[in-house]
């Protein structure tokens, strides 16, 4: 069965698809899937992104998604999250 994972996309990485914050891009998931994927899926390339939280947490780009997942993407040029990983809990 596949299950709907909400990806919000924010600043430059949401304005070039025309998404905002309040209107994710949705991805149908039957099985898990690495982030790879869903950024190839959403064509947007992996050097452009700066920090990815799924579920609220900080997670790496070699992350798998499960199906239903809700996933945010911001982009280099959100200079706040440049110690991201020192914040990880």
């Known amino acids: 069965m596949k299950a709907i994972t909400e990806v919000f996309l924010f600043g430059s990485l949401g304005k070039e698809r025309g998404e905002y914050r309040l209107s994710p ?4 998931l039957e099985s898990p899937a690495p982030l ?4 190839s899926l959403l ?10 939280m799924v579920n609220h947490r900080a997670v790496p780009l070699d992350h798998v998604i499960q199906p239903g997942d809700r996933v ?6 959100y200079a706040i999250f440049a110690d991201w990983k020192n914040l990880r809990s």
């Open 36 to 39: 790879q994927e869903i950024l």
């Open 43 to 52: 064509q947007i390339q992996s050097h452009r992104v700066q920090l990815v």
């Open 25 to 28: 891009a949705h991805c149908e």
């Open 72 to 77: 945010a993407l911001f982009p280099r040029e």
